[in-house]
C-alpha cells in the first residue's frame, strides 16, 4: 500500500466520523432509524473503517523509529485491560457532559462517579487506547495512526466542552461542573449489581478482543 492510498482512508474514516453527526445529517438519520439505530448503526460503522484503517497502517510502506521491546508489550496489555472497564463502567450511563452516555436528565452531580474525575471516559479511553497502541509500534505508519487518535482524543474534549456549553448553556453548564466537582472523589454511581454487571462486561470484552485480535489484525496482542 502507497502513503498516498494510506492518506486516502485516513480520509475515509474521517469523513465517515464527522458528517453523520453533523447537526442536519443527524437529524435526518436519527429521524429514518431512532436514537438507538443511529447509536448502533454509527458504532458498527466507526469499528469498521477503524479496522480498515489499522490494516492499512500495517501495509502501509515500512519506516523503522524503534524497536519494540517485551515491557511494551506488558504495558500495553495491563493499560488496555484498564481501558476496557474503562469503557464498561461510563458507556451509556447518564453523563451531559460529553458523548456515549444515554438518560442524561437521570445524572446526579452529586453522585457522579467516574464522571468526578473525568467529563470525558471515553476520549480519555481513546487517548490511552492511541498512546499504549503507540509503544510497540515503532515505525512510521503506526505512529501517525495512534498519534493522531491521541491529539484527536485530547482536542476533543474542549471541543466537546464548547459544544455542550452552548447545547446546555453557560450557566447551567458551569453550575453542573461546580456540582460534581464538589462531589466525593469516590462516589457509587449506579447500584452495585449494575457496576459488577458492567466489570464482568468489561472482562467479557476484553477476552473476546484478544481473540479476535489475531484473525482480524494478524498479530497478537498476548505479551
Given at each position: 500500500?502507497s502513503?498516498?492510498?494510506?492518506?486516502?482512508?485516513?480520509?475515509?474514516?474521517?469523513?465517515?466520523h464527522?458528517?453523520?453527526?453533523?447537526?442536519?445529517?443527524?437529524?435526518?438519520?436519527?429521524?429514518?432509524?431512532?436514537?438507538?439505530?443511529f447509536t448502533?448503526?454509527?458504532?458498527?460503522?466507526s469499528?469498521?473503517m477503524?479496522?480498515w484503517?489499522?490494516?492499512?497502517?500495517?501495509?502501509?510502506p515500512?519506516?523503522?523509529l524503534?524497536?519494540q521491546?517485551?515491557?511494551?508489550?506488558?504495558?500495553?496489555?495491563?493499560?488496555?485491560?484498564?481501558?476496557g472497564?474503562?469503557v464498561?463502567?461510563?458507556l451509556?450511563?447518564?453523563?451531559?457532559?460529553?458523548?456515549?452516555?444515554?438518560?442524561?436528565?437521570?445524572?446526579d452531580?452529586?453522585?457522579?462517579?467516574?464522571?468526578?474525575?473525568?467529563?470525558?471516559?471515553l476520549?480519555?479511553?481513546?487517548?490511552?487506547?492511541?498512546?499504549f497502541?503507540?509503544?510497540?509500534?515503532?515505525?512510521?505508519?503506526?505512529?501517525?495512526?495512534?498519534?493522531?487518535f491521541?491529539?484527536f482524543?485530547?482536542?476533543?474534549?474542549?471541543?466537546?466542552?464548547?459544544?455542550?456549553?452552548?447545547?446546555?448553556?453557560?450557566p447551567?453548564?458551569w453550575?453542573?461542573?461546580?456540582?460534581?466537582?464538589?462531589a466525593?472523589l469516590?462516589?457509587?454511581?449506579?447500584?452495585?449489581?449494575?457496576?459488577?454487571?458492567?466489570l464482568?462486561?468489561?472482562?467479557?470484552?476484553?477476552?473476546?478482543?484478544?481473540?479476535?485480535?489475531?484473525?482480524?489484525l494478524?498479530?497478537?496482542?498476548?505479551?
Amino acid at each position: 500500500m502507497s502513503w498516498i492510498l494510506y492518506a486516502a482512508v485516513f480520509g475515509a474514516f474521517f469523513l465517515t466520523h464527522s458528517l453523520p453527526v453533523r447537526p442536519k445529517i443527524k437529524r435526518w438519520l436519527v429521524k429514518r432509524l431512532g436514537p438507538r439505530g443511529f447509536t448502533l448503526s454509527y458504532s458498527i460503522l466507526s469499528i469498521a473503517m477503524l479496522a480498515w484503517l489499522i490494516v492499512a497502517a500495517a501495509n502501509a510502506p515500512y519506516v523503522a523509529l524503534w524497536d519494540q521491546t517485551p515491557w511494551q508489550r506488558h504495558v500495553t496489555f495491563v493499560g488496555m485491560f484498564a481501558i476496557g472497564l474503562l469503557v464498561a463502567l461510563t458507556l451509556g450511563r447518564p453523563n451531559p457532559f460529553s458523548f456515549g452516555g444515554a438518560n442524561n436528565a437521570r445524572f446526579d452531580p452529586k453522585q457522579p462517579g467516574l464522571i468526578r474525575w473525568t467529563r470525558h471516559p471515553l476520549l480519555w479511553a481513546l487517548t490511552l487506547w492511541s498512546f499504549f497502541h503507540i509503544l510497540p509500534n515503532g515505525d512510521l505508519a503506526h505512529v501517525i495512526l495512534f498519534g493522531v487518535f491521541a491529539s484527536f482524543g485530547l482536542v476533543g474534549m474542549k471541543i466537546v466542552d464548547r459544544r455542550k456549553q452552548r447545547l446546555l448553556g453557560g450557566p447551567e453548564w458551569w453550575s453542573l461542573r461546580d456540582l460534581v466537582a464538589a462531589a466525593p472523589l469516590f462516589s457509587k454511581h449506579g447500584s452495585w449489581a449494575e457496576i459488577l454487571l458492567r466489570l464482568n462486561a468489561g472482562v467479557v470484552v476484553f477476552v473476546v478482543l484478544l481473540i479476535l485480535h489475531p484473525i482480524v489484525l494478524g498479530v497478537s496482542p498476548l505479551p
